[in-house]
Protein backbone atom coordinates (compact mmCIF):
# COMPACT_ATOMS: atom_id res chain seq x y z
CA UNK A 1 0.00 0.00 0.00
CA UNK A 2 1.31 3.48 -0.93
CA UNK A 3 1.70 5.97 2.48
CA UNK A 4 -0.69 8.97 1.80
CA UNK A 5 0.91 12.36 3.77
CA UNK A 6 -1.43 14.08 6.04
CA UNK A 7 -2.72 16.57 3.42
CA UNK A 8 -3.12 14.20 0.28
CA UNK A 9 -4.82 11.75 3.11
CA UNK A 10 -6.93 14.58 3.82
CA UNK A 11 -7.80 15.59 0.28
CA UNK A 12 -8.47 12.32 -0.63
CA UNK A 13 -11.48 12.29 2.55
CA UNK A 14 -12.92 15.69 1.48
CA UNK A 15 -13.00 14.60 -2.39
CA UNK A 16 -14.80 11.25 -1.47
CA UNK A 17 -17.04 12.98 1.04
CA UNK A 18 -17.93 15.91 -1.71
CA UNK A 19 -18.75 13.03 -4.08
CA UNK A 20 -21.00 11.23 -1.81
CA UNK A 21 -22.87 14.03 -0.69
CA UNK A 22 -23.51 15.30 -4.57
CA UNK A 23 -24.55 11.53 -5.38
CA UNK A 24 -27.07 11.54 -2.86
CA UNK A 25 -27.93 15.14 -3.65
CA UNK A 26 -28.40 13.67 -7.47
CA UNK A 27 -30.41 10.56 -6.50
CA UNK A 28 -32.35 12.76 -4.41
CA UNK A 29 -31.81 11.86 -0.81
CA UNK A 30 -30.49 15.01 1.76
CA UNK A 31 -27.69 15.89 1.37
CA UNK A 32 -26.72 16.69 4.90
CA UNK A 33 -28.34 13.94 6.76
CA UNK A 34 -26.34 11.04 7.80
CA UNK A 35 -27.69 7.61 6.82
CA UNK A 36 -29.74 6.00 9.09
CA UNK A 37 -28.29 2.58 11.22
CA UNK A 38 -29.44 -0.29 8.53
CA UNK A 39 -31.86 -2.56 10.25
CA UNK A 40 -32.18 -5.96 10.61
CA UNK A 41 -28.57 -8.56 8.89
CA UNK A 42 -25.64 -6.31 8.80
CA UNK A 43 -23.36 -6.91 6.07
CA UNK A 44 -21.50 -10.01 5.65
CA UNK A 45 -17.12 -9.14 6.33
CA UNK A 46 -14.90 -11.87 5.70
CA UNK A 47 -12.52 -11.83 8.39
CA UNK A 48 -8.84 -12.80 7.47
CA UNK A 49 -6.84 -15.65 8.58
CA UNK A 50 -4.46 -15.02 11.56
CA UNK A 51 -1.52 -16.35 8.66
CA UNK A 52 -2.02 -12.80 7.10
CA UNK A 53 -0.10 -11.61 9.85
CA UNK A 54 2.72 -10.17 8.72
CA UNK A 55 6.01 -10.32 10.98
CA UNK A 56 8.20 -7.48 11.69
CA UNK A 57 11.67 -8.98 10.76
CA UNK A 58 13.36 -8.08 12.52
CA UNK A 59 10.90 -6.26 15.32
CA UNK A 60 10.63 -2.96 14.69
CA UNK A 61 11.30 -0.11 17.00
CA UNK A 62 7.85 1.88 17.37
CA UNK A 63 7.50 6.18 17.34
CA UNK A 64 6.59 7.49 20.27
CA UNK A 65 2.82 7.95 20.32
CA UNK A 66 -0.23 9.24 22.70
CA UNK A 67 -3.70 8.85 22.27
CA UNK A 68 -7.13 9.85 24.71
CA UNK A 69 -8.68 8.10 26.49
CA UNK A 70 -12.68 8.27 26.18
CA UNK A 71 -12.66 10.91 29.07
CA UNK A 72 -9.43 13.07 27.35
CA UNK A 73 -6.75 11.58 29.85
CA UNK A 74 -3.62 11.25 27.45
CA UNK A 75 -2.24 7.36 27.33
CA UNK A 76 1.36 6.68 25.55
CA UNK A 77 1.90 3.20 24.34
CA UNK A 78 5.02 2.96 26.23
CA UNK A 79 2.86 3.06 28.97
CA UNK A 80 1.86 -0.72 28.37
CA UNK A 81 5.46 -1.53 28.19
CA UNK A 82 6.17 -5.49 29.38
CA UNK A 83 2.98 -6.52 27.71
CA UNK A 84 2.01 -8.03 24.29
CA UNK A 85 -0.46 -5.20 22.73
CA UNK A 86 -2.62 -5.63 19.97
CA UNK A 87 -3.36 -2.14 18.84
CA UNK A 88 -5.98 -2.09 16.26
CA UNK A 89 -7.02 0.92 14.43
CA UNK A 90 -10.73 1.13 13.59
CA UNK A 91 -13.96 3.86 12.82
CA UNK A 92 -17.30 4.51 13.95
CA UNK A 93 -17.69 4.55 9.24
CA UNK A 94 -15.80 1.29 8.64
CA UNK A 95 -18.30 -1.80 7.95
CA UNK A 96 -14.94 -4.16 8.72
CA UNK A 97 -14.02 -2.33 11.51
CA UNK A 98 -17.05 -2.80 13.79
CA UNK A 99 -17.68 -6.30 12.52
CA UNK A 100 -14.18 -7.19 13.72
CA UNK A 101 -14.80 -5.00 16.96
CA UNK A 102 -16.52 -7.71 18.98
CA UNK A 103 -13.70 -10.37 18.14
CA UNK A 104 -11.38 -7.93 19.64
CA UNK A 105 -13.41 -7.57 22.62
CA UNK A 106 -13.65 -11.31 23.52
CA UNK A 107 -9.65 -11.20 22.38
CA UNK A 108 -9.46 -8.47 25.26
CA UNK A 109 -11.60 -10.69 27.90
CA UNK A 110 -9.00 -13.27 28.28
CA UNK A 111 -6.98 -10.74 30.07
CA UNK A 112 -3.92 -12.06 28.79
CA UNK A 113 -2.49 -8.97 26.66
CA UNK A 114 -3.34 -5.40 26.26
CA UNK A 115 -6.26 -4.81 23.43
CA UNK A 116 -6.22 -1.09 22.52
CA UNK A 117 -9.11 -0.16 20.07
CA UNK A 118 -7.79 2.71 18.56
CA UNK A 119 -10.80 4.93 17.09
CA UNK A 120 -9.32 7.61 14.47
CA UNK A 121 -13.18 8.79 14.79
CA UNK A 122 -13.03 12.77 13.95
CA UNK A 123 -15.90 13.29 16.50
CA UNK A 124 -13.66 12.14 19.40
CA UNK A 125 -15.46 10.79 22.18
CA UNK A 126 -18.52 12.02 22.06
CA UNK A 127 -19.23 10.01 19.02
CA UNK A 128 -16.66 6.91 19.92
CA UNK A 129 -17.93 6.37 23.82
CA UNK A 130 -21.78 5.82 22.82
CA UNK A 131 -21.20 3.52 19.76
CA UNK A 132 -18.81 1.41 21.94
CA UNK A 133 -21.86 1.21 24.36
CA UNK A 134 -23.78 0.31 22.37
CA UNK A 135 -22.02 -2.53 20.45
CA UNK A 136 -21.06 -3.93 23.85
CA UNK A 137 -16.97 -3.00 23.96
CA UNK A 138 -16.63 -3.42 27.64
CA UNK A 139 -13.16 -5.04 27.82
CA UNK A 140 -10.84 -3.49 25.28
CA UNK A 141 -9.66 -0.45 26.14
CA UNK A 142 -11.13 1.96 23.77
CA UNK A 143 -8.54 5.13 22.92
CA UNK A 144 -8.63 7.95 20.63
CA UNK A 145 -7.06 9.08 17.85
CA UNK A 146 -8.84 11.86 17.08
CA UNK A 147 -6.33 14.10 15.05
CA UNK A 148 -4.81 10.59 13.25
CA UNK A 149 -1.63 11.59 14.56
CA UNK A 150 -1.07 8.43 15.78
CA UNK A 151 -1.86 7.05 12.23
CA UNK A 152 0.63 8.62 10.65
CA UNK A 153 3.25 8.03 12.65
CA UNK A 154 2.90 4.17 12.75
CA UNK A 155 2.22 4.24 9.10
CA UNK A 156 -1.32 2.88 9.16
CA UNK A 157 -2.98 3.21 5.44
CA UNK A 158 -6.16 1.89 5.81
CA UNK A 159 -8.88 0.22 8.17
CA UNK A 160 -9.02 -1.60 10.28
CA UNK A 161 -4.95 -2.34 11.04
CA UNK A 162 -3.81 -4.10 13.91
CA UNK A 163 -0.28 -4.30 14.81
CA UNK A 164 1.11 -6.55 17.52
CA UNK A 165 3.36 -5.54 19.94
CA UNK A 166 5.90 -7.59 22.17
CA UNK A 167 6.58 -6.80 25.58
CA UNK A 168 9.59 -5.29 24.51
CA UNK A 169 7.49 -2.58 22.87
CA UNK A 170 8.66 -4.03 19.65
CA UNK A 171 6.60 -4.36 16.27
CA UNK A 172 6.39 -7.71 15.90
CA UNK A 173 3.37 -7.87 13.01
CA UNK A 174 1.00 -6.13 11.17
CA UNK A 175 -2.51 -7.33 9.39
CA UNK A 176 -4.50 -5.13 7.76
CA UNK A 177 -7.95 -6.00 7.51
CA UNK A 178 -10.67 -7.41 9.68
CA UNK A 179 -9.72 -10.78 11.88
CA UNK A 180 -11.05 -13.52 13.88
CA UNK A 181 -8.86 -11.86 17.03
CA UNK A 182 -11.33 -14.15 19.73
CA UNK A 183 -9.03 -17.43 19.81
CA UNK A 184 -6.16 -15.62 19.08
CA UNK A 185 -4.65 -15.56 21.86
CA UNK A 186 -1.56 -18.17 21.57
CA UNK A 187 -0.83 -17.32 18.10
CA UNK A 188 -0.37 -13.71 19.30
CA UNK A 189 2.19 -14.97 22.07
CA UNK A 190 4.14 -16.89 19.85
CA UNK A 191 4.03 -13.98 17.24
CA UNK A 192 5.14 -11.62 20.09
CA UNK A 193 7.53 -14.19 21.91
Known amino acids: MTRLTRRAGLAAAGATLVAALAARKFLGGPAAETPPEPAGEQ ?11 VAARPPATLPAVTFRTLD ?4 TLSSYSGRIVVLNFWATWCVPCVAELPELDRLAAQGA ?3 LAVSADRG ?3 VVAPF ?10 VLLDQGSD ?26 EGPAAWSGAGPAIRALAG
Open 43 to 53: PRVEMRPLSAI
Open 72 to 75: GAAV
Open 113 to 115: MAV
Open 124 to 126: GGA
Open 132 to 141: AASHGITHAS
Open 150 to 175: AVHALGVAGFPTTLIIGPDGRLRGTL
